[in-house]
């Protein structure tokens, strides 16, 4: 059984298209991410939610507009696709956040790679 | 900003020498975690080591974690063709429940 899945693998795409990429968990997490993997293997985080509330948000453009309809599901939809966005975007999740000794371990879905052309 | 460096960016070393990887960071943590990423798949945890720990096993991994010199390290013993992938510490940072990943270190180990 998959733990953290996201749809599609692949993406391709024309620049100034909107597209979306969806994320479950199964694992009964209160916590999803998503981050942006370049092409340097550079990885960053972009939102977090806990309980269906956004709780992090990094210096993202807006067009890129994440939204969790419940728990175990985090969506990531992207407005007027750019060259730049071209990126491997993953999910995770998390069974809590803030926890008094830090970060928690996080658990990642197998990417969805973008390319926009 | 990026928190964590790894260090060496790619390593390459024969199956069953030891792989040695290193991550230097810069503010202060509450914790540090190991991840591997085999090409074309998503991370997968190894190992977390909190602030107050030194060191840390598991199977043939030994993490190391000096706050003073606020670097960290990553060995693999007995390496296997398996183990190849890239290597990348995150921090968890004071009062953040968020991970700053660094750059990874990619290992190859050949047969």
């Known amino acids: 059984d998959t733990a953290v899945s996201q749809t599609p693998k692949y993406l391709v795409t024309q620049m100034g298209n909107d597209k979306s990429i969806k994320c479950e968990q199964n694992?009964?997490?209160?916590?999803m991410y998503w981050y942006k993997q370049d092409s340097k293997k550079f990885l960053k985080i972009m939102f977090s939610?806990?309980?269906?509330?956004?709780?992090i948000n990094e210096t993202v453009p807006n067009r890129f507009s994440p939204k969790s309809p419940d728990k175990a599901h985090l969506n990531l939809h992207i407005n007027s696709l750019e060259l730049g966005d071209s990126a491997v975007y993953f999910c995770?999740?998390?069974?809590?956040?803030?926890?008094?000794?830090?970060?928690?371990?996080?658990?990642f879905g197998p990417g969805t790679r973008l390319t926009v052309l | 900003s990026q928190q964590g460096e790894e260090d060496p960016q790619a390593l390459s070393i024969q199956e069953g020498e030891n792989a040695t990887m290193n991550c230097s960071y810069k503010?202060?943590?509450?914790?540090l975690q190991w991840y591997r990423q085999n090409s074309g798949r998503g991370l997968v945890h190894l190992i977390l080591?909190?602030?107050?720990?030194r060191e840390k096993h598991s199977g043939r991994l030994r993490v190391t974690l000096d706050t003073s010199k606020k670097s960290s390290s990553l060995l693999i013993t007995a390496s296997r063709a398996a183990d190849t992938a890239s290597y990348f510490c995150?921090?968890?940072?004071?009062?953040?429940?968020?991970?700053?990943f660094g750059k990874g270190t990619k290992l190859t180990v050949n047969p």
């Open positions: 995150a921090t968890g940072l004071g009062g953040s429940e968020k991970l700053v």
């Open positions: 503010t202060s943590i509450n914790n």
């Open positions: 995770a999740s998390s069974q809590d956040w803030g926890l008094a000794g830090g970060a928690d371990t996080q658990y």
């Open positions: 080591i909190r602030s107050n720990e």
């Open positions: 694992l009964g997490h209160d916590t």
């Open positions: 939610y806990n309980n269906k509330e956004l709780i």
